[in-house]
């Protein structure tokens, strides 16, 4: 690169870039790059519905892979695990339509995340609203096994809505019964814990209230608890603590932290709360102990060189994988807390972007800062896919997925669902 100059590489020479009038110069670094990288979007959109698509690994396909299956040379797992990255491979965009008994509601706004249940039968989702805050709804995702790829969406215009940082699932009363928002008022932040019952087209006079909210300095993440020693527990990653509550009694217990909390994850076969923080160090708090002054309450501690912005236990809790800032997705083994595989490709400086695990299909998804969705083997990181946005990249344009062999329920659909803008798009196995 040469100061003052730009190249282009269609005319295979350099260019001065020079001021216009009032020294108003429309050619910069950052706009030739933009459209550069809005020419390869559209190329690949472009091979895309042509369908030009190249098999993941070289001499992998769905015959060979019959052949070694019966002939001994590949087991069960990893025949099952080749399948799926060949049918990732092959996933289509299609677009869903969304229906609202509120018909003026449908498609008015910008989808900022959406977040499945455990059975990936309703998605929750936080919609951007034109005058500033956010909608909260839930889609029911039953009619995606259907040709006409409808879905339902429901809405809640009960409760002053705020902008929201993170929201999980919760499991009170039945499995996914609630749901934990961690949002931001104008100073003090809000935790809330609402009914999924509220969005529900059934019975509308009768509406549950919020079972639990307070204020709080500004959130960054929660996780709810899972395991039967910490019962009805949520947690809240805070600017510099964590604060864990009991939902029934009441009692809360705060951790000091070094850094601000910006993801949380409980583990479930133990009452561990793994925790990444903005300063790039992850750790556990065991739930047992009490709060004890000074650091002797973290169990494990690793270190990532930038912000962990999303965390993941793989399901024998044995691995933690973690995203940051610096684009970087590392595999830790938590019994030697060294890290064990790197995920390259990946593509973050400063958004808070969350990591998909889906280790029954042997698959690692994440949407990138710039737009594009990429899918990994988790096996043996390699890249298996890069899915364009179909709208130009933007801050304001970074898509929102789930990943999971059953979309709708245990007789679903398998497939990717990617929430874009003010629409919704399902990937759907060929």
């Known amino acids: 690169e040469l100061p003052g100059f730009y190249y282009d590489s269609e005319k295979n020479r350099y260019f001065r870039l020079l001021p216009g009038h009032n020294n108003y110069n429309p050619l910069t670094k950052e706009s030739i790059q933009y459209k550069a990288m809005e020419r390869e979007r559209l190329r690949l959109l472009e091979e895309e519905e042509k369908q030009k698509k190249k098999t993941t690994r070289?001499?992998?396909?769905?015959?060979?892979?019959?052949?070694?299956?019966?002939?001994?040379?590949?087991s069960s797992t990893s025949y099952c695990r080749l399948v799926h990255e060949l049918k990732v491979n092959c996933m289509q965009r299609r677009k869903v339509e969304i229906h609202s008994p509120d018909s003026s509601v449908a498609g008015t706004n910008n989808f900022k995340i959406i977040v499945a249940d455990a059975a990936c039968e309703r998605i929750f989702t936080v919609n951007d609203v034109e005058h500033g805050g956010c909608k909260y709804g839930i889609i029911n995702l039953s009619g995606l096994g259907k040709e006409s790829l409808t879905v339902e969406m429901y809405d809640n215009l009960y409760f002053t809505n705020?902008?929201?940082?993170?929201?999980?699932?919760a499991s009170l009363t039945h499995p996914d019964s609630h749901l934990c928002l961690m949002g931001i008022?104008?100073?003090?932040?809000?935790?809330?814990?609402?009914?999924?019952?509220?969005?529900?087209?059934?019975?509308?006079?009768?509406?549950?209230?919020?079972l639990c909210?307070?204020?709080?300095?500004?959130?960054?993440?929660?996780?709810?608890?899972?395991n039967p020693q910490a019962d009805n527990c949520f947690s809240t990653g805070l600017t510099r603590r964590v604060l864990v509550t009991n939902v029934v009694t009441g009692h809360r217990q705060t951790f000091g932290t070094s850094s601000d909390v910006l993801a949380q994850q409980f583990a479930t076969q133990t009452p561990m709360l793994y925790n990444g923080c903005r300063s790039g160090e992850i750790f556990s708090i065991d739930m047992r102990q009490r709060n004890r002054k000074g650091q002797s309450w973290k169990a494990i501690r690793l270190f990532h060189d930038s912000a962990v912005t999303s965390i993941r236990l793989l399901e024998a809790e044995h691995y933690l994988m973690a995203a940051d800032m610096a684009g970087k997705i590392k595999l830790w083994d938590l019994r030697t807390a060294k890290c064990v595989k790197q995920y390259k490709g990946h593509h973050n400086?400063?958004?808070?972007?969350?990591?998909?695990?889906?280790?029954?299909?042997?698959l690692l998804t994440a949407v990138g800062q710039d737009c594009y969705t990429r899918i990994w083997s988790l096996q043996?990181?390699?890249?298996?896919?890069?899915?364009?946005?179909?709208?130009?990249?933007?801050?304001?344009a970074i898509p929102s997925v789930v990943f999971s062999s059953r979309l709708g329920g245990s007789r679903g659909v398998p497939g990717l669902l990617m929430a874009v803008k003010q629409d919704l798009y399902h990937f759907s196995y060929n």
Not at 213 to 226: N, R
Not at 349 to 362: Q, R, S
Not at 390 to 396: A, E, G, M
């Open 380 to 396: 043996d990181t390699h890249l298996l896919r890069t899915i364009p946005s179909p709208y130009p990249s933007s801050k304001d």
């Open 185 to 210: 008022a104008e100073t003090p932040g809000c935790a809330s814990l609402l009914p999924a019952s509220l969005f529900s087209s059934t019975n509308p006079g009768d509406r549950p209230g919020m």
């Open 349 to 362: 400086e400063y958004a808070v972007l969350p990591l998909h695990v889906n280790e029954e299909e042997g």
């Open 162 to 169: 705020r902008k929201v940082n993170s929201v999980c699932w």
């Open 58 to 74: 070289a001499g992998l396909n769905s015959s060979i892979l019959l052949q070694k299956r019966h002939l001994g040379l590949l």
């Open 213 to 226: 909210s307070f204020t709080i300095s500004t959130a960054w993440s929660c996780a709810w608890c899972l």
